[in-house]
């Protein structure tokens, strides 16, 4: 549809056009971070090459393993190990992520998850070929160069986009109206078929309510697959996080055992996602307990026998990586809520077929009952367009009439 002037100066848009519409607005509003975003990202691929370099070069590298200052060492089984090592890297650095790219701000976000996810599955490796990493510790400033300068793009990164995460949420709140709009829309339309039929005598008609059925029980199955997903890819970042906090529970019981007053550190790494997710206050609260924990490790106060993986743990949550993880969990579950709408209006009209299908006896009164749920559908998306065209004008001065 053309965007048309209205008399009020605004434009008329379509409700297919509107994410689109809000898209470019957002992008507009926040194209400030838009020339250093893509620096770090460059960086960011910089870095990875470096990696890269450092497998090769590693690669070539004959010499021996040093293992004196091992307690146990297999040399025969450690130079066995070092180009799985590499091999291993190599895949994880050359794993193709699919990128979010609907805007500037889901473009970047996407980039900097799928190079915190890199980092933690380097992290994973390098714990697994722990003798490999000991035995070749002086041969390996390439790897820790390219690891730690992708650490500093990848925090800044967040730093950037963390500092338009406002204007995120403004855009997530319009997104959310759009969604219920088009929720709206499809129901509507489906509810106006039904309604038709019944008018038209159909109300009867088994075969054509069947029919109704089940392409509305596709329309569900297709969404609840994409809920699932979404599900699954909450549960993996969750799981993520217990994995990489598991090596702080030892050290954590210890320094609040031997505290006089109760330190609540392991209250939040029992649930994080649950006890941290939109919590600032927390948020500060679990992050100073764990700069204490850190010294008191470092000190040797603390004296654990996974001491190298509970400093990475600490290093993990100090540098901001839980924050993003809870923040991408925030973004999946704001993408799952309208799927989950949906699919509870395809339930909804589900149940209406079964309702009409058993009362064909009392069509009268269901006809009666798909007006007023009619009604209050075209209400709803009458509140859901009045919203999301105040809050185009309060959050991006655009004065727009959305044509449904």
Same mark, same amino acid.
């Given at each position: 549809?053309?965007?048309?002037?209205?008399?009020?100066?605004?434009?008329? %848009?379509?409700?297919?056009?509107?994410?689109?519409?809000?898209?470019?607005?957002?992008?507009?509003?926040?194209?400030?971070?838009?020339?250093?975003?893509?620096?770090?990202?460059?960086?960011?691929?910089?870095?990875?090459?470096?990696?890269?370099?450092?497998?090769?070069?590693?690669?070539?590298?004959?010499?021996?393993?040093?293992?004196?200052?091992?307690?146990?060492?297999?040399?025969?089984?450690?130079?066995?190990?070092?180009?799985?090592?590499?091999?291993?890297?190599?895949?994880?650095?050359?794993?193709?992520?699919?990128?979010?790219?609907?805007? =500037?701000?889901?473009?970047?976000?996407?980039?900097?998850?799928?190079?915190?996810?890199?980092?933690?599955?380097?992290?994973?490796?390098?714990?697994?070929?722990?003798? %490999?990493?000991?035995?070749?510790?002086?041969?390996?400033?390439?790897?820790?160069?390219?690891?730690?300068?992708?650490?500093?793009?990848?925090?800044?990164?967040?730093?950037?986009?963390?500092?338009?995460?406002?204007?995120?949420?403004?855009?997530?709140? %319009?997104?959310?109206?759009?969604?219920?709009?088009?929720?709206?829309?499809?129901?509507?339309?489906?509810?106006?078929?039904?309604?038709?039929?019944?008018?038209?005598?159909?109300?009867?008609?088994?075969?054509?309510?069947? *029919?109704?059925?089940?392409?509305?029980?596709?329309? =569900?199955?297709?969404?609840?697959?994409?809920?699932?997903?979404?599900?699954?890819?909450?549960?993996?970042? *969750?799981?993520?996080?217990?994995?990489?906090?598991?090596?702080?529970?030892?050290?954590?019981?210890?320094?609040?055992?031997?505290?006089?007053? *109760?330190?609540?550190?392991?209250?939040?790494?029992?649930?994080?996602?649950?006890?941290?997710?939109?919590?600032?206050?927390?948020?500060?609260?679990?992050? *100073?307990?764990?700069?204490?924990?850190?010294?008191?490790?470092?000190?040797?106060?603390?004296?654990?026998?996974?001491?190298?993986?509970?400093?990475?743990?600490?290093?993990?949550?100090?540098?901001?990586?839980?924050?993003?993880?809870?923040?991408?969990?925030?973004?999946?579950?704001?993408?799952?809520?309208?799927?989950?709408?949906?699919?509870?209006?395809?339930?909804?009209?589900?149940?209406?077929?079964?309702?009409?299908?058993?009362?064909?006896?009392?069509?009268?009164?269901?006809?009666?009952?798909?007006?007023?749920?009619?009604?209050? %559908?075209?209400?709803?998306?009458?509140?859901?367009?009045?919203?999301?065209?105040?809050?185009?004008?309060?959050?991006?001065?655009?004065?727009?009439?959305?044509?449904?």
């Amino acid at each position: 549809m053309l965007l048309m002037p209205l008399g009020s100066g605004g434009k008329e %848009v379509g409700l297919d056009e509107l994410e689109q519409l809000l898209n470019s607005a957002f992008d507009s509003k926040i194209s400030g971070i838009n020339a250093k975003a893509s620096s770090l990202v460059k960086g960011i691929d910089d870095a990875k090459a470096l990696l890269l370099q450092a497998c090769d070069q590693f690669d070539m590298n004959e010499a021996a393993p040093d293992t004196e200052y091992m307690r146990i060492a297999n040399t025969k089984q450690i130079k066995e190990q070092k180009p799985l090592y590499t091999a291993g890297l190599r895949r994880i650095i050359g794993l193709e992520r699919q990128a979010d790219a609907k805007n =500037l701000y889901s473009s970047y976000y996407s980039r900097l998850s799928s190079a915190r996810s890199m980092m933690d599955d380097i992290l994973k490796i390098n714990n697994k070929f722990r003798p %490999v990493l000991e035995a070749y510790a002086n041969h390996l400033s390439r790897f820790r160069a390219g690891f730690s300068t992708m650490g500093r793009y990848v925090k800044e990164l967040n730093a950037r986009l963390g500092s338009r995460a406002q204007d995120f949420d403004e855009y997530k709140r %319009v997104l959310e109206e759009i969604e219920k709009m088009k929720t709206f829309d499809d129901e509507l339309a489906s509810l106006g078929k039904i309604s038709a039929d019944m008018a038209d005598g159909k109300s009867g008609d088994t075969a054509e309510q069947e *029919k109704d059925a089940e392409e509305l029980a596709k329309r =569900l199955s297709v969404k609840m697959a994409e809920i699932n997903e979404i599900d699954r890819a909450i549960g993996d970042v *969750k799981a993520n996080i217990m994995h990489i906090l598991s090596p702080l529970d030892k050290a954590a019981r210890k320094y609040e055992h031997g505290l006089s007053s *109760k330190m609540y550190l392991t209250h939040y790494m029992e649930d994080p996602v649950g006890r941290l997710s939109g919590s600032d206050e927390a948020m500060k609260e679990f992050t *100073k307990l764990v700069s204490a924990l850190k010294k008191e490790i470092e000190e040797s106060r603390i004296v654990v026998k996974n001491r190298i993986e509970a400093l990475q743990a600490i290093e993990f949550i100090l540098r901001g990586d839980m924050l993003s993880f809870l923040k991408e969990i925030e973004l999946l579950e704001a993408k799952s809520r309208p799927l989950g709408r949906e699919a509870d209006s395809i339930r909804g009209l589900i149940r209406e077929i079964d309702r009409a299908q058993a009362g064909k006896r009392k069509s009268a009164m269901a006809a009666d009952e798909i007006r007023g749920r009619l009604e209050r %559908v075209a209400a709803a998306r009458e509140s859901a367009t009045r919203k999301t065209e105040e809050l185009l004008e309060r959050y991006y001065k655009m004065q727009i009439k959305i044509a449904l």
